[in-house]
């Protein structure tokens, strides 16, 4: 009789993108080696663009890379993100969080997951996917938005 075994450890390797921060030219700063798009006051925005590519299968990871102007306990920000087939409405899928950074370090090189900001509705192969993030009322950024990492299979 033939083995049936499966084997789970073997899985698709991944592959990435990078997205830098986008943004006005009055937001775009350099510190040191880095570039970015500076949120500190209300109104303020990053945003990033991807073209999810045609060998998507699912979502891995996606992680903002920001650096914390500030020591603070909790750190908010609001993302908004919208993904969605060319020709069709930007707003197909349309997800809006608060989000928030525990315990930022003053000019740490800061990776924050933010996969739950695309949740509502799969990823998929051909979608391009916008994504803001700003300082609204009430939110206490102030950091250096370098940019974000989709990581996928």
């Given at each position: 009789?033939?083995?049936?075994?499966?084997?789970?450890?073997?899985?698709?390797?991944?592959?990435?993108?990078?997205?830098?921060?986008?943004?006005?030219?009055?937001?775009?700063?350099?510190?040191?080696?880095?570039?970015?798009?500076?949120?500190?006051?209300?109104?303020?925005?990053?945003?990033?663009?991807?073209?999810?590519?045609?060998?998507?299968?699912?979502?891995?990871?996606?992680?903002?890379?920001?650096?914390?102007?500030?020591?603070?306990?909790?750190?908010?920000?609001?993302?908004?993100?919208?993904?969605?087939?060319?020709?069709t409405s930007d707003q197909t899928n349309l997800e809006?969080?608060?989000?928030?950074?525990?315990?930022?370090?003053?000019?740490?090189?800061?990776?924050?997951?933010?996969?739950?900001?695309?949740?509502?509705?799969?990823?998929?192969?051909?979608?391009?996917?916008?994504?803001?993030?700003?300082?609204?009322?009430?939110?206490?950024?102030?950091?250096?938005?370098?940019?974000?990492?989709?990581?996928?299979?």
């Open positions: 009789m033939p083995d049936r075994t499966v084997d789970n450890t073997k899985q698709l390797p991944t592959k990435e993108i990078w997205a830098d921060a986008l943004g006005l030219d009055a937001y775009f700063v350099t510190y040191g080696a880095w570039a970015g798009i500076l949120v500190d006051t209300d109104t303020d925005a990053a945003l990033l663009k991807f073209a999810i590519p045609h060998d998507f299968k699912e979502l891995v990871s996606l992680d903002l890379w920001l650096i914390p102007y500030v020591v603070l306990a909790s750190m908010s920000f609001y993302v908004a993100a919208n993904w969605a087939f060319p020709g809006n969080n608060w989000h928030a950074v525990e315990n930022t370090v003053f000019h740490q090189l800061t990776k924050v997951d933010i996969r739950n900001c695309v949740d509502a509705f799969p990823l998929q192969p051909g979608q391009l996917l916008g994504m803001s993030f700003t300082r609204n009322v009430g939110n206490n950024i102030d950091a250096l938005i370098l940019g974000a990492k989709l990581r996928y299979r």
